[in-house]
């Protein structure tokens, strides 16, 4: 693991999340910033970057350092859908290093679920879009299903497989308070739930939920002075390969190739030195996908690799400890998220979902249909 210390995430926080009827985007920003700088031990004058991602507006910077009533010196509005923060977080690390500032403030809210935003209809296509929307592909889900099923086409994988994603997820979910579906589920459960794009069920899907989400980022030099241990951004790696699925190079083969060997290379870890592992899980076969892209397990080993319930609590391999996408909340875009859990994980402060010494954390993020990829190296001083 590498030894020089230069960013680290000193607070975390989630708003109000579920169904927030009342409380606009900023709002839940806001409360969630707050909450995060609290955490940290820091104050609204000590921020000198904002990050912000978000699709309710043409410049969501302004108007939330409007609102918090700060003045950055450094912004930046990199939206490259749900693996924005993890992208992010990589960008405020060479921002620090290089003397840029020395606080940043990493947001996003969403009540997608309380304006039904995402059910709005598209009024027009482009690029890609218009070999897919106008012909009846649902968005994003009917991009997903098509990946799953070349997948199981070509290497054999099941719905049941991708139902252990699902009931392990909840496991953990089970274990979390804040989470939104703690009901146990089975596998026949995911199984007999609805069709919403073929191989896809509805407990393949994540929730639509409202929420928001705060990380504050600080050099070594503040860090030391902050309220909590820090967690160190070891790693960062990021792309993006298309933008409609039409045009994914290929459909079972993602962007995390790339950014899990840039993050882990940058970090000086291997697989095997990972404790906790916080992977974007829109759908159950976005975990899979990533998975083997990542190089946890060879392509085509995806469905093996997670069967018997080795990710759910007690197994061998933790991940998405909170619940996830699928059970714990999705408020669109949920890669700040993987962040906050990551973060939670190395500081010990996860109770009955704590993974027993958990020293180094990766945390991986999707955007678009596949489209975009950012992963990210976590660890805490031994």
């Not at 309710?56 to 609102?67: D, I, K, Q, R």
């Not at 897919?132 to 199981?152: F, I, N, Q, S, T």
């Not at 392990?168 to 579906?181: C, D, G, Q």
């Not at 906050?340 to 402060?349: H, P, Y």
Request: net charge negative; hydrophobic share 40%; charged share 20%.
């Amino acid at each position: 693991m590498r030894s020089d210390r230069i960013a680290a995430i000193v607070g975390v926080a989630e708003s109000d999340l579920g169904l927030t009827p009342g409380k606009t985007v900023l709002q839940l920003q806001a409360q969630a910033a707050k909450a995060a700088l609290a955490d940290a031990g820091l104050e609204k004058r000590d921020v000198d970057a904002l990050f912000v991602a978000g699709n309710w507006s043409w410049s969501p910077n302004l108007m939330l350092a409007e609102y918090l009533g700060i003045q950055p010196r450094y912004t930046d509005g990199t939206n490259i859908g749900g693996s924005s923060f993890e992208a992010h977080l990589g960008h405020a690390l060479a921002g620090i290093e290089t003397g840029r500032f020395e606080v940043a403030l990493i947001t996003y809210g969403s009540t997608q679920r309380s304006d039904q935003s995402r059910n709005r209809p598209i009024e027009h296509a482009t690029l890609a879009e218009q070999f897919e929307r106008p012909y009846g592909l649902p968005a994003p889900v009917g991009a997903y299903a098509l990946a799953a099923m070349r997948h199981m086409y070509q290497y054999g994988t099941t719905s049941e497989q991708l139902a252990e994603i699902a009931v392990a997820t909840r496991k953990w979910a089970m274990l979390n308070e804040k989470a939104m579906m703690r009901t146990p589920i089975i596998i026949d459960d995911v199984l007999n739930s609805r069709w919403i794009a073929e191989p896809l069920h509805l407990l393949d899907c994540c929730l639509v939920t409202d929420g928001g989400g705060a990380v504050v980022v600080a050099s070594a030099k503040r860090a030391r002075d902050t309220r909590k241990t820090p967690v160190w951004v070891l790693g960062h790696g990021e792309t993006h390969t298309h933008y409609g699925i039409t045009n994914m190079p290929d459909l079972t083969v993602t962007g995390a190739v790339q950014t899990g060997r840039d993050a882990m290379a940058m970090a000086g870890v291997t697989h095997d030195e990972i404790d906790v592992v916080e992977i974007y899980d829109s759908f159950t076969i976005t975990v899979l996908l990533t998975l083997e892209a990542l190089g946890f397990c060879q392509p085509g080993e995806g469905g093996a690799f997670v069967s018997g319930q080795r990710t759910a609590p007690g197994g061998p391999f933790p991940m998405n400890t909170n619940g996830g996408g699928l059970s714990y909340c999705h408020p669109g875009m949920y890669g700040i998220f993987l962040l906050i859990e990551a973060t939670r994980q190395l500081r010990g402060e996860c109770k009955e979902r704590q993974v027993p010494d958990a020293k180094i954390a990766l945390a991986h993020g999707t955007g678009g249909v596949l489209s975009s990829a950012a992963t990210i190296i976590l660890g805490r001083d031994a």
